[in-house]
C-alpha cells in the first residue's frame, strides 16, 4: 500500500530534479517515448495554452481596431511579416497606413508602394533612382490626402539581416499582397493545408525588385517571391493564430478546428528552440508539434515551471526516472 506522504515526496523530488536540469529540456525522452495518442493529448494541451496567450495578442490588436477584423488581421500582417527585432517598426508602419487607406488606393500597386516605403522612412537611407523617385512624390501627394507622417528610419533594425528579409522587400511584397483583392480575410479563413498558404502568402515584389534587394542598386534578375519558408511562418503565427481567436470570437468550433487541423498540415519549424528539443530527444512531426515544445521552451522552461507544466506534472505522477 502506498502512503500518499512517500507519494507526495517521490513527485517532489522529480519535479526538483527535472527543475535542475529545465535548460537542458530533460523531459525530451520522456516525450519521445510516449505514445502517439498521449503525446497528441499532451500536446493539445499545451497547443492550448500557447493559442490562449496569443488571443491575448490578437485580442488587444482588435481592440486598437475598434473591433474591425479587417484592420486586425492587417495589424498582424505587419506584425509576422519580419523578423522579431523589427515586429514594433512594421507595427507601427501599419498604424500611420492604416487598411482602409491601402483599400481605397488598391487598384495602383504603386501606390500603396509609395505609402508603405514613404511612411516607413526606409528610402532615406538610399541613394535616388528614377524608380525611387517617383515613389517619393506620389507619397508627398498621399501623405497630404491622408495625414501620413512617416517614421525615424533609426526605428528599424538592419544590421546583419538577409536580404530576403529586408524590410524595404518585405514592404514590396507587402504591397502586392493588398493590391489582390479586398477580400484576403475570407480567403485566410478558408486556408486548410500548406498548399493554400503558400499560395495565398508566395506574393512577387513588383517588376523593379527583380533587379533590385535594396533602392537604387541593381542586382541580378530575380524573381523576389516570399518562399515556402517564410509563408509557413506566416501560416502558423498569423493564420492558424486568427482562425482560432475568429472561431472563438464567433463561437465556431468548426473554425477552431481547422486551425488546429492546418497546423497538423504545416512542418514543424527550424529554430534554435527546436534544435535543442531534437538534441534533447524528440523531433517535431508538424507545427503542431513544434508549438507545443516552443510553449515548453518559452514559457515553462526559462523559469523552472516544471510543478505547473503539464509534461512535469505526468512525468512526477508517472514515477519516471530522470
Known amino acids: 500500500m ?80 519580419g523578423d522579431r527585432r523589427n515586429q514594433e517598426a512594421y507595427l507601427e508602419l501599419a498604424r500611420r497606413v492604416p487598411y482602409r487607406v491601402v483599400l481605397r488606393e488598391r487598384k495602383v500597386p504603386h501606390a500603396i508602394e509609395a505609402m508603405l516605403f514613404g511612411a ?45 528579409n529586408h524590410p524595404v522587400l518585405r514592404l514590396a511584397q507587402a504591397a502586392e499582397f493588398f493590391a489582390q483583392d479586398e477580400f484576403i480575410v475570407d480567403r485566410v479563413m478558408a486556408c486548410r493545408s500548406e498548399k493554400d498558404v503558400c499560395t495565398l502568402f508566395g506574393i512577387e ?37 486568427l482562425q482560432f481567436a475568429y472561431g472563438s470570437y464567433i463561437a465556431s468550433e468548426r473554425l477552431r478546428d481547422n486551425a488546429l487541423s492546418l497546423l497538423e498540415c504545416l512542418p514543424a519549424e527550424d529554430n534554435r528552440y527546436i534544435r535543442e528539443w531534437k538534441e534533447a530527444g524528440i523531433k517535431p512531426a508538424n507545427a503542431f508539434e513544434s508549438q507545443a515544445l516552443l510553449q515548453l521552451a518559452t514559457e515553462y522552461c526559462p523559469v523552472k515551471r516544471c510543478a505547473e507544466c503539464p509534461a512535469g506534472r505526468r512525468i512526477a505522477r508517472c514515477g519516471t526516472g530522470i
Not at 525522452?29 to 493529448?41: D, H, I, K, M, V
Not at 532615406?124 to 525611387?132: I, M
Not at 534578375?221 to 506566416?234: D, E
Open 205 to 241: 515584389a513588383s517588376e523593379y525588385w527583380r533587379t533590385h534587394f535594396i533602392p537604387g542598386a541593381e542586382s541580378d534578375s530575380r524573381p523576389k517571391r516570399i518562399g515556402a519558408f517564410k509563408a509557413n511562418i506566416i501560416g502558423i503565427n498569423l493564420v492558424a493564430v
Open 2 to 81: 502506498t502512503i500518499n506522504g512517500t507519494t507526495d515526496n517521490t513527485q517532489q523530488r522529480t519535479i526538483e530534479r527535472l527543475e535542475a536540469r529545465a535548460g537542458e529540456h530533460a523531459c525530451g525522452g520522456f516525450l519521445a517515448a510516449l505514445e502517439p495518442l498521449q503525446r497528441t493529448e499532451l500536446f493539445t494541451t499545451l497547443i492550448f495554452d500557447r493559442l490562449q496567450r496569443k488571443m491575448r495578442m490578437v485580442e488587444a490588436l482588435r481592440t486598437e481596431a475598434a473591433d474591425n477584423w479587417n484592420q486586425t488581421f492587417y495589424l498582424l500582417y505587419f506584425r509576422t511579416l
Open 120 to 164: 516607413s522612412g526606409l528610402l532615406d537611407l538610399y541613394r535616388n533612382d528614377e524608380y525611387t523617385l517617383n515613389l517619393r512624390r506620389s507619397f508627398e501627394h498621399l501623405a497630404a490626402k491622408y495625414e501620413i507622417s512617416p517614421l525615424d528610419p533609426s526605428v528599424w533594425a538592419l544590421a546583419e539581416i538577409r536580404p530576403a
